[in-house]
């Protein structure tokens, strides 16, 4: 298994089961694709070849639009390894490959780097300049380069009923429960902790301020979650809130604060790996800090039922 990203260094490949696509999210969606890959190639004997895209296309084509990651890249690339994809080519998205005419990125790269046997692509793959190539074209030129084409039916995709942007509409509207169920795993979000206000210290509930990882990553809606944290290979519940802290400033930033549950360490300049379990609520204004403690303990009270009866559940599905 491989990890590559340079294009101009990569093995000898022969006969490979190909596939392509940003695979954001990396969503049940993707997976029925990336299982037809693993399964053809393991029947055939063959060797499993994926090519992703960094940066995201459309942060190249669209720089004005915001992005909104799901996954960034070395997530992505951690699931896909799990999905079984024995190599992982990372191409370099630049003006100059957006501009490759769609005929020669099908002759002068995919065959010619990649000498695919199979090629295994969603039902709406587009590929090349103006993003004029598609299954058909793959399958007028598969008897000339003797490769097969197999095209994942809409049907089976639109069966998982998922969609990166129907994940990204779930976390902006705060159903993170939703987006468990399309992803197929809890949302995770990577970041390091800041220096903050370190007003939580002085109300029992300390936080850790968190700066993403990945400024184009997608940040839920603001309220207050149940949350999993992974830190040095350990992991902690806790309890996140995402918002403006109405009650103590009206600087109008937005924060993701977490405090961890029976935790007490100095973890300034560490990186924190966050799942989201649950949403609690939307975020308040209260009268008083006495107001706000006394809503943290409740918070802390639910988010902990709430992190427990997940557990459960997962405990129940893996036996």
């Known amino acids: 298994m491989g990890i590559y990203r340079d294009i101009t260094e990569l093995p000898d490949f022969h006969d ?14 993707h997976r029925a694709i990336l299982d037809e890959v693993v399964q053809h190639a393991r029947r055939e004997g063959r060797e499993s070849v994926l090519l992703t895209f960094e940066p995201h296309p459309r942060k190249l084509l669209f720089p004005d ?19 079984g994809i024995q190599h ?9 490959f957006a501009a490759l005419d769609a005929r020669a990125y099908v002759e002068d790269f995919l065959v010619a780097r990649f000498r695919p046997n199979c090629i295994v692509i969603g039902y709406d793959h587009h590929f090349g300049s103006d993003r004029s190539g598609n299954i058909r074209l793959l399958r007028a030129l598969q008897e000339q380069w003797r490769y097969t084409v197999y095209e994942i039916p809409a049907q089976l995709i639109e069966d998982a009923a998922v969609s990166s942007t129907k994940i990204r509409q779930a976390l902006g509207a705060g159903d993170v429960a939703q987006a468990t169920q399309m992803l197929g795993r809890p949302y995770q979000l990577s970041g390091t902790v800041v220096d903050g206000a370190r007003l939580g210290r002085t109300i029992g509930y300390p936080t ?12 839920p809606a603001t309220g207050v979650y149940a949350v999993r944290v992974r830190w040095q290979d350990r992991m902690y519940d806790g309890m996140l809130n995402i918002g403006f802290n109405p009650t103590v400033t009206d600087d109008g930033i937005r924060r993701i604060e977490v405090h961890l549950f029976h935790f007490n360490e100095t973890i300034y300049g560490e990186e924190l790996d966050i799942s989201f379990i649950a949403r609690l ?15 943290l303990h409740r918070d802390a009270e639910e988010a902990q039922a709430a992190l427990n009866e997940a557990y459960t559940v997962v405990t129940r599905s893996n036996r």
């Open 281 to 295: 609520r939307d975020e308040e204004k209260f009268p008083s800090l006495e107001a706000l403690k006394d809503r």
């Open 16 to 29: 490979t089961v190909l596939t392509i696509g940003t695979f954001d999210g990396v969503h049940r969606g």
């Open 208 to 219: 850790a301020n968190i700066e993403p990882a990945d400024a184009d990553q997608l940040v």
């Open 65 to 83: 639009q915001s992005l909104q990651l799901l996954t960034p890249l070395s997530g992505k690339l951690e699931l896909l390894q799990a999905a």
């Open 88 to 96: 992982i080519v990372v191409v370099p998205f630049t003006r100059e």
